[in-house]
């Protein structure tokens, strides 16, 4: 039996090389998303495809030193330092969320050099939302009889 030949073209042998470093981004859109308990920090292109992100819990954080500010701006120049590097020199913020990193975050954005078009408030607020769960009903214990 003779051996197959290998395909040069084939898709199993040859790598694929890593798009990250191949694409150039001059304009983007930075979304940080702060919860009580971490900070999210997301950069798309004007198309919503994402670039890179980062989190706090990904730049090392355990537990609740996750939500502190030093941790969202620790996440925020992490994923603004590789951005950076493909090119990046515009970007409009879009903020999410009640956490404590909302400011810490954008602070080491506006740091970073990255010439800011808007920031935005985008946290989702109820109107008038769902119907609360009926109020719960305790009997009172009568002082006079214990």
């Known amino acids: ?5 290998p395909r040069i ?3 199993r042998n040859a790598r694929i090389g890593s798009r990250k470093s191949a694409r150039r981004i001059p304009k983007g859109v930075i979304h940080v998303q702060a919860s009580f308990n971490n900070t999210i ?11 890179s992100w980062s989190s706090a819990g990904t730049c090392g954080f ?5 939500g502190t500010p030093f941790a969202a701006q620790t ?3 992490n994923v603004i330092r590789t951005v950076v590097d493909q090119g990046m020199q515009r ?16 602070r080491a954005i506006r740091r970073s050099g990255i010439l800011l078009t808007f920031v935005r408030d985008v946290t989702p607020m109820p109107h008038n939302g769902w119907r609360p ?3 719960r009903r305790v009997e009172e214990m009568n002082t006079e009889e214990i």
């Open 62 to 66: 355990k537990g609740t030193r996750r």
């Open 9 to 11: 073209g084939s898709r």
């Open 91 to 106: 970007a409009e913020v879009m903020i999410k969320g009640p956490g404590l990193g909302r400011d810490a975050a954008l």
């Open 75 to 77: 996440a925020a120049a």
């Open 41 to 51: 920090v997301t950069v798309t292109d004007v198309r919503g495809r994402v670039v």
């Open 133 to 135: 769960p009926k109020k």
């Open 1 to 5: 039996m003779a051996k197959a030949i």
